[in-house]
């Protein structure tokens, strides 16, 4: 086992399945069962997921909603994943916890750092939901400042594509894959790992990232067992 502790961030749209909105029952139930099975290494499992499926608060903003309500708007998207993916995961009979940005005590507890900390080392599942809690941020730069905030050893950053490429593999099949590549050539290239708030952060605090194909079983456990899926990022 290569990461103790591992802050998974996933997209909002990788819920959706074959579906144009919403969430797919059998994918959430897939990532639950791929989720189980590193916690059944005794991996300690912090989760940040999107809320695009839902709501996308800067596409908000082009039809006409204020932006800052948009970005609310989305927040509270993510917490409706958050609370769906909690489900999943308790019908694997894990011990999860949510915690949210927005205090919202009828769902979740509020996000603080020494009760998450000590969630992860009674080895539940911790979901954070709301993103940030401000405007402006993105679920990426959640992501990133979570995983410091819990000294995460690493962000596992699970698409529908198996790593970075130098051009979009869905648009351009002549994309060349990278295994490996650092945080400086990824800004160089200005490849779209994460928004740039997020990737100068965890470029800042040495935070490696994975980015990888989450919809496809078993990969999860292959990243955290060391297998070279998906591409590498690091200083």
């Known amino acids: ?17 074959d579906r144009s909105y919403g969430i797919d029952p059998k994918r959430i139930a897939q990532y639950a069962k791929d989720i189980k099975s590193i916690l059944d290494l005794g991996v ?13 608060g800067v596409s908000a903003a082009s039809n006409g909603i204020d932006r800052v309500q948009g970005d609310y708007m989305g927040m509270l998207a993510t917490v409706i994943n958050g609370m769906a993916l909690q489900s999943s995961l308790e019908e694997e009979k894990i011990q999860t916890r949510l915690q949210t940005a927005i205090k919202i005590e009828a769902v979740a507890e509020p996000y603080i750092k020494r009760k998450a900390v000590r969630h992860l080392e009674k080895k539940r599942v911790v979901i954070f939901g709301g993103g940030t809690g401000n405007p402006f941020f993105t679920t990426d730069s959640a992501a990133v400042l979570r995983a410091i905030e819990v000294s995460a050893d690493v962000i596992l950053k699970g698409t529908r594509v ?3 490429y130098d051009s979009d593999p869905e648009k351009n099949e002549k994309a060349v894959k990278f295994d490996f590549i650092s945080f400086s050539d990824v800004i160089g290239k200005n490849l779209k790992v994460m928004d740039s708030t997020a990737f100068t952060l965890s470029q800042e ?21 060391g297998d070279k899926i998906g591409t590498l990022i690091k200083n």
């Open 1 to 17: 086992m290569v990461y103790k502790r591992i802050l998974l961030k996933l997209s909002g749209e990788a819920l959706l399945g």
């Open 162 to 164: 198996d790593g970075v």
């Open 44 to 56: 300690e499992v912090a989760i940040v997921i999107g809320g695009g499926n839902i709501f996308r």
């Open 205 to 225: 605090n040495n935070l490696p990232i994975i980015v990888f194909n989450m919809n496809k079983p078993g990969n999860l456990l292959n990243v955290i067992k």
